[in-house]
């Protein structure tokens, strides 16, 4: 049964604009009044022929009654409901402190700021459980950290055993004395100096963690802020990365500026207008662009997702992972946004293109939801340039993503057995008897039980 | 005769503060700073107890306290240790590795004298005190 992201809502607004009575709707698609009531406020589902029905009797498409835009909503509230702390499970005696996450749409249409505010406090929660961690890695392991500590504690020790010999010191003669006061004066000046050193440490280290994210997720903001694209990269300018409008952190300046400068060298090599004779002659197809411009087929995909937006042009999202799998860039679309934290469905393109280097792999994907979207997706893995012979062998994977609707006129019409049905991360995905399913479904458990 | 420790720790002032307290306590103490040689030090020197900071040049202590529970000449040679880090952790890494006692730094010279005296054996501990 197909999940209605709030589609009662909807249902209502659509009828209060068209001045129709409940009971008027309701005969018309031959329901009773009470039953649309319950409808119209996201406490039953809703699918098949009644939606079809509604819509017609509303003058509406069934999709402009189910349009997902509330899915990033309900996978948030989802995946808090998975995140929160280990009740007693379902089947079992029922706990009392079980999110009803059958019901989390009700809640959703019924509480939408409330549904926000458990969605923002998670993200805080997680952000603050990494910050923790982070701190811990540090205490743990900073090298200067531990070895200013030991630097004063050493001084602290000769200083306390001096001090307890001057302090019996009835029978030192006079050259042993003035000895160990020259000593315990040394230690004292050195003692001051560590402990100066270590709190301004401390100083800063406060500072720097101040921005609470991951060097990668400031990154991703800072680009996000941009819609991904930099004008300055165009006429071979670099963007400001250190100012009021740059990114905080060092580590992230230092990342942004890595992908800054790969980006303007791929901008000098395929300027716009070349790269919009592409588009126009091939759509936007990145082997295309490879071709014309002699360029790898990464660096075609990159460029792409870095097109300024521009009036007919579809938008295009990428992702980028190394070969352990971990995601080192995210730019995400709408009903196409790769997991924020952990990692991603296995069956996205991207991944079986690590399986197999320097295979070019193009699939039409369909990501879940109401309504499912489908993407055409292209990607590639390839080798990172060896530092020397014999250096470890390291790839990265790029995988380029084009809403399907958006692509009309360029041919792809795939049929229903080419598209590869895929998720974003297992949690919050729905896919039924998923060979790739690496931990159980919120989202199955609560359908099946509905 | 008095009895011999070997020092074996790489901060001057330390060094010269224990050396004090020991001498003055009827110890013979020789020093010893870099830990890449201790093992063979001890060896040359074969002192009553060894005294042995953690934090060396070269070698840590723990390293060099396994080497020494690895040689027949050694495997019962009282061992002090020293460290600037008193965690749980660090202690019993250093038990499991055979140490005789573990002090953790900053310590007291009454601390220390008790320390090395108990672990001379029975008849030092009684000596009269001046910690």
């Known amino acids: 049964m197909p ?33 649309l ?60 402190t079980d999110p009803e996450t059958a019901r989390a749409e009700e809640f959703a249409g019924r ?81 001051a100096d560590g402990s100066q050193a270590l709190v301004s440490y401390l100083d800063t280290v406060g500072k720097s963690e101040d921005t609470l ?47 800054v400068l790969r980006a303007r060298a791929e901008a000098e090599k395929m300027p716009v207008s070349l790269v919009e004779d592409v588009i126009a002659a091939h759509g936007p197809d990145p082997a295309a662009l490879a071709q014309e411009a002699g360029v790898d087929l990464a660096a075609a995909m990159r460029r792409l997702a870095a097109l300024p937006p521009k009036e007919g042009r579809p938008p295009m999202g990428l992702v980028i992972c190394d070969g352990s799998g971990a995601l080192t860039f995210r730019k995400p679309l709408d009903g196409f946004a790769p997991p924020r934290f952990g990692a991603a469905c296995a069956l996205w ?102 | 005769m008095g009895k011999r420790v070997l020092l074996i720790e790489d901060e001057p002032n330390i060094i010269e503060a224990i050396r004090f307290i020991l001498s003055r306590d009827g110890w013979t103490v020789e020093t010893h700073s870099d830990g890449a040689t201790a093992v063979a030090a001890v060896a040359a020197k074969r002192p009553d107890i060894v005294i042995l900071d953690v934090m060396l040049p070269n070698k840590s202590g723990f390293d060099i306290l396994r080497d020494l529970r690895g040689m027949a000449e050694h495997a019962a040679r009282p061992i002090l240790m020293l460290t600037a880090r008193g965690q749980k952790k660090d202690r019993d890494m250093a038990e499991a590795a055979g140490v005789s006692h573990f002090m953790t730094k900053p310590f007291s010279n009454s601390e220390m004298l008790e320390a090395v005296r108990s672990l001379a054996g029975p008849d030092r501990a009684q000596a009269h005190s001046d910690g």
């Open chain 1, 3 to 35: 999940r209605s992201a709030l589609t009662g809502t909807r249902i209502r607004e659509r009828r209060s604009l068209e001045g129709l009575k409940q009971a008027d709707l309701a005969r018309d698609v031959g329901i009773s009044p009470s039953y």
């Open chain 1, 37 to 96: 009531n319950l409808i119209e406020h996201n406490r039953r589902r809703i699918g098949g022929k009644l939606l079809v029905d509604l819509a017609r009797a509303l003058g509406v498409e069934p999709s402009a009654l189910t349009e997902g835009a509330q899915v990033p909503l309900m996978e948030g509230l989802q995946d808090a409901a998975s995140n929160a702390a280990p009740g007693p499970r379902r089947g079992g005696a029922k706990g009392t």
């Open chain 1, 111 to 191: 509480f939408p700021g409330w549904a926000a505010l458990v969605v923002a406090q998670r993200d805080r929660i997680t952000a603050l459980e990494r910050r923790v961690e982070a701190l811990n890695d540090r205490l743990a392991h900073d090298p200067f950290l531990s070895d200013s500590l030991h630097e004063v504690l050493s001084t602290v020790t000769a200083i306390r055993s001096t001090a307890g010999i001057l302090n019996n010191a009835g029978d030192i003669d006079r050259d042993w004395q003035a000895r160990f006061h020259r000593n315990l004066y040394e230690d004292s000046q050195r003692l």
């Open chain 1, 213 to 259: 994210s991951a060097p990668l997720d400031e990154v991703e903001a800072w680009l996000a802020q941009r819609d991904f694209t930099i004008p300055e990269l165009e006429c071979g300018m670099m963007p400001d990365l250190v100012g009021d409008e740059g990114l905080r952190s060092p580590a992230a300046q230092s990342l942004a500026r890595k992908w």
């Open chain 1, 349 to 450: 393109p991207l991944y079986q293109a690590l399986l197999r280097p320097m295979v070019p792999i193009r699939r039409v994907v369909e990501q879940q939801g109401q309504p499912a979207r489908r993407y055409l997706a292209y990607a590639i893995c390839q080798p990172r340039p060896p530092k020397s012979f014999d250096a470890p062998e390291v790839v990265e994977v790029t995988m380029l993503f084009l809403p399907l609707d958006r692509l009309d006129g360029l041919g792809h019409v795939p049929r229903d057995a080419e598209v590869l049905g895929v998720g974003t991360s297992c949690r919050v995905c729905a896919r039924k008897n998923c060979v790739a399913r690496r931990e159980p479904s919120m989202v199955l458990e609560d359908v099946e039980e509905g």
